[in-house]
């Protein structure tokens, strides 16, 4: 299947898969309460944005504007009807600008080591935290740097200018994402 332009190929399967066996696991999450209805949204808008990014990251080291930049209103929109107050939305704005500044200053001091795709990433991912929790920011960042570093270890030969950033941010969105909520 090919959707997003300039090569980035994928076949459908295990996309497909891999959302749906999330999807699942967020479904049980909600079921037994551990995800509340109102941000069930959030997260399953969450898996269906990181499967993809992650599955594209691994294979071609890009997170494709196709997906990055809409996510952001999507996301914003979801958070919206979630947030019982407006301080779960100030604190959700307050995480966008943090976490996008963060990485838009680690690509302008060293773009080898971080790409504007994670930049563009950055305010959706950074919405959801702050939402859910702003103090889970500085985990979310430890927890991506040490998937990154594990990936690192792995070092495919089709990575010899970097390493993908965005799975790992995207796993500490999700796991913080559901086990903190407003």
Do not use: E
């Not at 399967?13 to 959030?42: E, I, M, N």
């Not at 966008?96 to 959706?124: C, N, S, Y």
């Amino acid at each position: 299947m090919s959707l997003i332009p300039r090569g980035t190929n994928t076949s459908l399967t295990p996309c497909a898969t891999a959302t749906a066996l999330l999807w699942s696991a967020a479904a049980v999450g909600r079921h037994y309460g551990v995800l509340p209805d109102r941000w069930f949204p959030v997260v399953t808008f969450l898996v269906w944005l990181a499967v993809p990014l992650t599955i594209v990251d691994l294979r071609h080291r890009r997170l494709p504007n196709a997906l990055t930049l809409p996510a952001f209103p999507v996301a914003a929109a979801l958070i919206a009807f979630a947030a019982p107050s407006a301080l779960v939305l100030c604190n959700a704005l307050l995480g966008a600008v943090l976490l996008t500044t963060f990485h838009a200053l680690i690509h302008l001091t060293a773009p080898a080591a971080l790409g504007m795709g994670d930049v563009k990433l950055a305010p959706t991912l950074g919405a959801i935290l702050g939402a859910a929790d702003l103090h889970t920011l500085p985990t979310a960042l430890l927890i991506a740097a040490m998937a990154t570093l594990a990936l690192h270890r792995l070092h495919r030969p089709q990575w010899r200018t970097g390493i993908p950033h965005g799975p790992g941010l995207l796993a500490a969105t999700i796991v913080l994402a559901v086990l903190n909520h407003p």
